[in-house]
């Protein structure tokens, strides 16, 4: 079994950063690809951004391409989203969510997923 655990959401303002984190635990990290995926009140959750366990491909939504970054600290077993150029149209509650082998867009795909954190920008 794999757990998840988010961290880091907020409230900031238009323009401002924040890092989510999503510690990962119970089996051996390498191996598993994670994903970050939210969902805005009243919307269906979207694909933010992906990175396969190898950290060979990271894949993000054109939504955040350019402000958002994945990266993932194996040593630590956590991965990280770094959001930028935060806008408000970017509130939403954010999951991570884990599968083993190559990482997907398809929020289906994933076996394994947090709690999520929530991420609040005001304009």
């Known amino acids: 079994q794999v757990q998840l655990v988010e961290s880091g959401g907020g409230l900031v303002q238009a323009g401002d950063s924040l890092r989510l984190s999503c510690a990962v635990s119970g089996r051996s990290f390498s191996g598993y690809s994670v994903a970050w995926f939210r969902q805005a009140p009243g919307k269906e959750r979207g694909f933010v951004a992906a990175?396969?366990?190898?950290?060979?491909?990271?894949v993000y939504a054109d939504s955040v391409k350019g402000r958002f970054i994945s990266t993932r600290d194996n040593a630590k077993n956590t991965v990280y989203l770094q959001m930028n150029s935060l806008k408000p149209e970017d509130t939403a509650v954010y999951y991570c969510?884990?599968?083993w082998g190559p990482g997907s867009v398809g929020d289906h795909n994933y076996n394994y997923w947090g709690q999520g954190t929530q991420v609040t920008v005001s304009s």
């Open positions: 990175a396969s366990w190898n950290s060979g491909s990271i």
């Open positions: 969510a884990a599968k």
